[in-house]
């Protein structure tokens, strides 16, 4: 086996390593949490109240729970702007000037001692340009996997859309405090500490705007050009 084969073949076998994971849906880590479990009260008899079937006239549908369904009102817009300008240039030069001795120029048979020697001369010229801009809009419904001891609710959840072509998915994770949470049992993504949001796809359609790893080898910071 020839050197040069064997290395590709090294390489090939690194660059696998990129091939990006295919997502599947019903993570675990996105799973809904069922409430606790709540100990019934018992009836109580002879009278017209029951306590186990009466309603709270005070409360809301606000999520407060483990288990409790939250509805976040995805409204995330990003936009960035860079730019980058490099301009290098080095030259050097030396001249010797002629001598002389009592007033007289020195020479060598009939020539003048003086030079100029001019150095190597480099100029480096690089400019780049990145603007990105991003938005998102949706509705996502999560629930509650945590209660922090100061009140504050820790939710995750997934959505996977079916289309004809792929799925589409939203995963969101994040911090919730209850006063943010609206009178409908709403809050905005912005309000979410923490957040971890996800937005991405699955199928034909997805893979046609995902460059291949032989694509990302060439563009890669490990190519000497």
Known sequence: MSKALLIMMMALTALTGCVQKQVRPNN?????????????????????YNSATSINLYGDGRAHRIGDILTIALQ????????????????????????TVLGSPLDFNGKP?????????????????????????????????????SG?????????????????????????RPQDIGSD???ES???????ITYSGTGVVHDTNVMGWLSKFF???????
């Open 113 to 149: 001692l003086s030079a100029s020697i001019t150095g190597p001369t480099s100029e480096f010229d690089g400019e780049g340009t990145s603007d990105m801009s991003n938005n998102l809009s949706g509705n996502i419904t999560v629930t509650v996997h945590d209660v922090l001891p």
């Open 185 to 187: 049992n709403t809050v």
């Open 76 to 99: 995330e817009s990003t936009s960035s702007q860079k730019s980058a300008t490099t301009e290098l240039d080095k030259s050097s030069s030396v001249t010797l000037t002629q001598p």
């Open 152 to 176: 504050v609710l820790l939710v995750k959840g997934e959505k996977w859309l079916t289309l004809n072509q792929g799925d589409e998915y939203i995963r969101i994770s994040g911090m919730v």
């Open 28 to 48: 675990p880590e996105y799973a809904p949490v069922r409430p606790q479990a709540l100990i019934a009260p018992k009836p109580i008899n002879g009278s017209i």
């Open 190 to 196: 912005t309000k979410l500490a923490d957040a971890r």
């Open 219 to 225: 563009i890669s910071a490990i190519m000497p050009f």
